[in-house]
């Protein structure tokens, strides 16, 4: 499998993104090379456009034309919590607030009602968010303010980010793509021989 770096740049972010990312504490989370943005050689059938989770490798997958693909690493949901299957992107949001749900409150909270978007919020800089027909999954797609357990299985069910990846995964993504997310013991690489090197 042939994979590119795929250097981070700050072009798709806004003055009010740099303004919020200058500082935070996390800036400096150090994040596996296998995990950050890569273009790679995409063999699978969905279309260019498309979003695939792979929650067994912890990579998503904007697939791109001709092959190819941008392969971010991201953290997913604890196995019992995570969300599988064909969902659309209903919504998208930047700095989003943060609503936890009752479950998240009984398990981890208490926290408050809502927290507004910042650098401090769960959610990071975008939040991209799953529906399935015009319902709302409560799963999302969205940044984070602890890019350290990029590559692990940690979330309540999302699918988070780096914030600079999901700021640029925002900007190519639009209003009802399709999003595919593997169950656990279905691996996109498995399946289409991929295999990262370095």
Known sequence: ?????????????????????????????????????????????????????????????????????????????EEAMAFSGVARVGRLAEWPDWVPTADIQARLGPYPARVPGGPANPLGARGIYLYVGNKDTLYRIHGTNQPEYIGQAISSGCIRMRNEDVIDLYDRVKLNSTVVVLPPGQNAQAETGMRWRS
């Open 1 to 77: 499998m042939q994979t590119t770096l795929s250097p981070s740049t700050d072009a798709s972010m806004t003055p009010r993104d740099r303004q919020l990312l200058a500082h935070t504490p996390y800036a400096q989370a150090k994040v596996p090379e296998q995990y950050l943005r890569h273009i790679v050689d995409y063999h699978r059938k969905e279309q260019p456009g498309t979003i695939l989770v792979d929650t067994d490798a912890r990579y998503l997958y904007y697939v791109l034309p001709e092959g190819k693909a941008i392969r971010y690493g991201v953290a997913v949901g």
